[in-house]
């Protein structure tokens, strides 16, 4: 009976912006950043946790619509167990994935309900805002801090 | 033809009047409850704007021939009407603006840099839109005035005793409030807010920009000193506005903005300027756009105020009474005195997300912080979705949008 509203509103979008798996502070982190849209108020912040070289965990608080937030937490499960530099492969390829609604990536199928924002231009920056946030704390994270604040 | 021979207001009728409600979203009826952000055209508008640029178009105020002599006289025509929508005593009163952002920023960069001394205060409210907050924000921060924030009360009305006690100290020489809010709807009492600005000593200013559009505006009824509108809310096209000022006032005004049109000659030694109000109409106006607004002034009074308020007071009551039977559905602001604006939240669902519901079944609403953050802040919220009612907005809509609601409220469950 909503079938004109799941095009976007995927179950996937509903359960993890209402419920999401990773919305919380990590305990331990060592790289962190935040993001805001002001244009409504939306704000998340991302925290990271390595181990080696790769992004062990992610987690985040955030407060902002189902759209933002489901982006969020599939973020999180996205990049576990990446390398920084593939974690901005991914989130380069979701900024992508908005715009076109196209999934090129077979690996990047867990954020295929993202793609459904494409056709909803106003909502894109929902969808990007933890991704930009992402991008962020990586750029500050670990060896390259110092580099970015110089 | 008077009020008695005036035909009633048949919201059928002027649908028709608007090409765009014809069209279709998503396969449904374009429901359009966005028109406090923008209201849509009608015919005779679009018409004008087209035959002008069709049939009689030159620049304005300075060519010889026959085009512009012509052109001058429709644009300028914009003016008169402007001058009868206000009830202003003459067209010399009315500022031809872009915007009425234009015209408060006019107001706060001549008059307040004119006029009012470092260590004097401005008084805004808490419930303004940016664009009357934030140049006295520039002024404050440029010129040395003090600006103090007239509370209002948890129903979203001025707080009058909040209000006058700003005013006490005699140090304020401007006062600049919004006569309807954008976000609750709210009117404000504009005649106690002037006469207590008198009162103590300060000039009053009006943010028409939603006010214009819903009722009969007097401004020496009101005996404000300055008022601000725009077009685009009004009907008519968007890059249009106005500033009505008392004469004495636009007279002792330096202007603002230089340019051609509003000197009377120019040497590089020295400058003199043309009188009021051209003093302040820096470069091309808007031609077309204000051509466009006289069309619309016509439309909207050939219908009449009294009935295109009685019809948004009909609208706005029963979306009040629709929208208070929905479960979990809060109404922001309840004020004795509103317009056809009314704000609210759903529980479990964020603004935004209840605005894209709604347009995937073809209602069109805005969400957000409404350009008045502060605001939202006072109200403890980060964002509302807004539905706001034109001349062509009708009961079903309203019942369309709460149904929407309803099935939006279930599918969050």
Known sequence: ?150 | MNALTKPAFDVARIRQDFPILGEKIRGKDLVFLDSAASAQKPRVVIDAMVHAMEHQYANVHRGLHWMSERTTEAYEEVRDALATLLNAPDRSHIVITHSSTEAINLVANSYGRGTLKPGQAVVISAMEHHANLVPWQMLRDAHGIELRIAPITDSGELDMAGYEALLQDRKVGLVSITHMSNVLGTYTPAERIVKLAHQYGARAMLDGSQAVVHRAVDVQALDVDFYAITGHKLYGPTGIGALYAKRELLDAMPPWMGGGDMIRSVSFDVTTWNDAPYKFEAGTPAILEGIGLKAAIDYVQGIGFEAIAAHERQLTEHALSRLAEIDGVTVIGHAQDRGGVVSFTLDGAHAHDVATLLDRQGIAVRAGHHCAEPLMRRLGLDSTSRASFGIYSTMEEVDALATALIRIREFFR
Not at chain 1, 113 to 131: D, G, N, Q
Request: charged share 25%.
């Open chain 1, 1 to 150: 009976m909503f079938e004109d509203l799941r095009t976007l509103y995927q179950d996937t979008i509903m359960q993890r912006g209402k419920s999401p798996k990773h919305g919380q502070r990590l305990a331990v982190f060592d790289a962190e950043a935040k993001g805001d849209n002001p244009m409504c108020g939306d704000r998340v912040h991302v925290f990271l946790r390595h181990e080696g070289d790769h992004v062990a965990e992610l987690g985040f608080e955030a407060r902002g619509c189902a759209i933002s937030i489901a982006s969020a937490d599939l973020m999180a499960e996205a990049v576990a167990g990446q390398s920084d530099a593939r974690a901005l492969e991914i989130a380069n390829s979701v900024f992508a994935m908005v715009r076109t609604g196209e999934v090129t990536d077979p690996s990047l199928d867990l954020l295929r309900p993202l793609a459904a924002v494409s056709e909803a231009k106003s909502r894109i920056k929902c969808a990007t805002l933890p991704w930009g946030a992402l991008q962020s704390a990586l750029a500050g994270s670990g060896a390259e801090k110092g580099s970015v604040e110089a």
